[in-house]
């Protein structure tokens, strides 16, 4: 993936002070997926153009910590599009002017240069808005083209890359450090594990200016990942930084008139004032309260708040919504905390009461993934045989380590069993069990071969008692910003169906193989819009007797 940075200014060259790079050499260096390469293209008295080329290794990429996280494939965009591993060799090509060090001349830390940056294709699953909202408020104008699929067949559509230019004043570290934090949000996905680290990261290179966003939210939770912990470690931090300049927040994003509030920020960093004025001049009285994101983002970030619906949640699942009067908005000291229940965890304590209802002493969990059901499976002593399947190495791998597969005792370990396999061909392995479930698993299949899961599933294996979750289609313009393309939750999801869609899907099934299916909703909808119900389907199949 090639970037191209040109800088304009009366002495344009001194900017390979900054960067470290002198423009008549080349510079190269490896980093964790390939090499990153930097050279001058143009260099002119008043103009400058440097060019960073990522060149990704794409066998090593998937032999590496990316195989264990995101990437299960040789064939993917990776190498293509500018995505968290652009940020990695950015931070390798130009550290010393991420960091703000200019030994040779520091008197050119502080000086804002006119900047093209020139992105070929930049990977976003939310949109060409959603590009604008993330720079725009930083002081840029933002250009995008999205990109087809392939211009050689266009009624393939397009796909979610775009072409970026962004143009703007700004120190050559503002600069820098705006690629480096929102180009993984922007794909929404990071190439190695998220942990303490990147929320340390964060807040080292956002500063006062993702203090100031009005999109810091939004954009906290895509670069970590929708990890929890790490968003309230990163907001903590980030509210101590307004709250020691005694910045009001609401001052600070336009709502109010605060002075003191933007210069003590802009004190923080040498361009903040012109990024927090930029920012109050974008913001409108809808995007402070928008921006949650509308795929799988949305529903892995927002917890839902009551039992799901036409299921039992879990005695100790708290309304979000629910402080104690001691303290509004905050537990009284001695008040124990109780986490807030998401969805994906209400999925599976809904799973969990169905299997229970039966009384099920065997389960198979088909499509486990990370194996978080197979967690809550061996917690259940009544369970004395599990059996977990994944058609990904690298999702059983990971279902291992959540499990402590090495140091497992050896009576726990008699009970459960992992195996690669996929739901397409017979497998005498399945056969025997009480109850079988499909979490998040059948949209994953193309829907030709529905057919063939089915068989294998109902025809052959024939557990007592499917479980399946599936999403709800109905409930994503819940997600979806105002007129932007309603899209699937995943990436990989090949189809998701709307409740009339599953129910005549569960009747079929059902009258074909001699099950009784019956459909239920499951988490909270969206106390505005009933008729589009929950976000989630639950079908339970019993087999007749």
């Not at 050689?152 to 050559?172: E, H, I, K, S």
């Not at 807040?203 to 939210?217: K, S, T, V």
């Not at 052959?460 to 399946?468: K, Q, T």
């Not at 109905?474 to 997600?479: A, D, F």
Request: charge should be negative; glycine fraction near 6%.
């Amino acid at each position: 993936m090639l970037m191209t940075l040109t800088c304009q200014a009366p002495n344009a060259p001194d900017v390979g002070y900054l960067l470290g790079k002198h423009p008549d050499s080349v510079f190269s260096r490896p980093f964790s997926a390939g090499t990153a390469w930097v050279f001058y293209p143009e260099v002119t008295e008043r103009q400058v153009t440097v060019a960073l080329l990522t060149e990704i290794d794409p066998i090593g990429l998937v032999r590496g910590p990316a195989a264990l996280t995101q990437l299960d494939q040789y064939v993917n965009d990776r190498p293509y599009v500018a995505t968290s591993l652009t940020s990695v060799a950015l931070r390798t090509a130009f550290g010393s002017a991420l960091a703000g060090r200019c030994d040779a001349r520091p008197d050119l830390l502080d000086t804002r240069f006119h900047w093209e940056v020139a992105l070929p294709a930049v990977a976003c699953d939310a949109g060409a808005e959603f590009i604008t909202r993330i720079f725009a408020p930083l002081g840029y104008s933002v250009a995008t083209t999205r990109l087809p699929l392939d211009a050689r067949f266009p009624d393939w559509g397009d796909a979610n890359l775009y072409r970026v230019t962004l143009t703007g004043a700004q120190t050559t570290q503002a600069l820098l450090s705006h690629l480096y934090v929102l180009l993984p949000v922007l794909d929404n996905a990071k190439h190695y594990y998220v942990d303490t680290q990147e929320a340390e990261k964060l807040l080292a290179h956002g500063g006062a200016w993702l203090a100031a966003h009005p999109e810091r939210d939004l954009i906290t939770r895509r670069y970590l990942r929708y990890k929890r912990p790490l968003i309230q470690q990163a907001n903590d931090a980030l509210a101590r930084l307004i709250a020691e300049v005694e910045v009001d927040v609401s001052g600070v994003l336009g709502v109010g008139d605060d002075t003191d509030a933007a210069d003590a920020i802009a004190s923080l960093d040498p361009s903040g004032l012109d990024q927090v004025n930029a920012a109050a001049a974008y913001v409108t009285p809808d995007a402070v309260t928008s921006g949650a994101p509308s795929t799988a983002a949305a529903e892995a970030a927002t917890p839902t708040s009551a039992q799901a619906t036409s299921v039992t949640a879990a005695p100790d699942a708290t309304p979000a919504d629910a402080t104690p009067a001691s303290a509004p908005g905050a537990p009284a000291l001695d008040e124990e905390v109780t986490p807030e229940v998401t969805l994906h965890q209400q999925r599976l304590q809904a799973v969990m009461a169905a299997v229970r209802a039966v009384g099920a002493r065997s389960l198979a969990d088909l499509g486990c993934g990370e194996g978080q059901l197979l967690a809550l499976a061996l917690a259940d002593r009544s369970l004395t045989r599990i059996f977990g399947m994944d058609v990904s190495s690298a999702a059983l791998a990971r279902a291992r380590r959540r499990l402590h597969w090495e140091t497992l005792p050896q009576a726990q370990r008699q009970r459960i069993e992992l195996a690669l396999g996929s739901l397409l061909y017979r497998d005498q392995r399945l056969a025997g069990f009480d109850a079988a479930a499909l979490v998040e698993v059948i949209e994953h299949l193309d829907p030709p071969r529905l057919r063939a899961m089915e068989q294998v599933v109902f025809g052959h294996a024939r557990p007592g008692r499917v479980i399946i979750t599936t999403p709800n289609r109905e409930y994503n313009v819940h997600w979806t910003q105002a007129g932007a393309e309603e899209r699937l939750r995943h990436g990989d999801h090949r189809f998701e169906w709307t409740r009339a869609e599953c129910q005549a899907w569960v009747e079929r099934v059902a009258s074909a193989y001699g099950y009784r299916g019956a459909q239920q909703e499951l988490g909270d909808g969206a106390p505005d819009r009933p008729e589009i119900g929950s976000p989630s389907q639950l079908v339970i199949f019993d087999l007749a007797t």
